[in-house]
């Protein structure tokens, strides 16, 4: 699925700028699917030129006019239609993964230090995921409370394992670095 189509989604739940959709997309979306301003504001754009969204200039004391993006009927018909007729593929992107494949190269406490930060981060996002399950239970959706517990439970299976299996990097690199 790409940008345009999740602007869209996230336009389904209401008015939002730029700035608001880059913030949803890092706290919806932040464990598996990221979208940064270059590529939000180029879907808004489109979408707009389209007539799947309409753009309102708010004015604003002394900084740019913020734009508001509403989606239309054609818009919603649209993000039904692509729902309807996308086969999703799930796809796990992981720069710490790819850096720890080849962690025979890396040195022990650089490498150390990377298990540490990616246990950080994990624990970060777990945190993020229960406060919008929190949240979610004011407001239900099957949804959404579906996506934040796969999330939460992908998060903590990782943790666990980051936990009961880091001996398995700093044990091997050890033994491979004996043998060098």
């Not at 464990?31 to 504001?41: E, R, T, V």
């Not at 707009?48 to 309409?54: E, I, K, S």
Request: with cysteine; proline share 3%.
């Amino acid at each position: 699925m790409d940008v345009k189509t999740l602007c869209l989604g996230l336009l389904t739940q209401g008015a939002a700028s730029g700035y608001d959709l880059k913030k949803r997309f890092e706290t919806c979306f932040r464990s598996f699917y990221s979208a940064g301003y270059g590529s939000i504001y180029p879907a808004l754009a489109y979408l707009a030129d389209t007539d799947l969204v309409t753009c309102e200039e708010i004015s604003q004391d002394g900084r740019p006019d913020r734009k508001v993006y509403r989606i239309t009927d054609k818009g919603r018909n649209y993000f039904t239609e692509a729902l309807s007729n996308h086969h999703p593929a799930h796809k796990m992107r992981s720069e710490f993964l790819a850096m720890v494949f080849f962690a025979e190269f890396i040195p022990p406490d650089h490498l150390s230090k990377l298990i540490d930060d990616r246990t950080t981060e994990l624990e970060q996002t777990l945190a993020q995921l229960e406060e919008m399950s929190a949240t979610l239970a004011k407001h239900p959706d099957a949804g959404v409370e579906f996506v934040a517990g796969f999330g939460q439970t992908i998060t903590r299976a990782a943790l666990e394992y980051m936990r009961q299996q880091r001996h398995l990097l700093t044990k091997e690199t050890s033994a491979q670095r004996q043998a060098s």
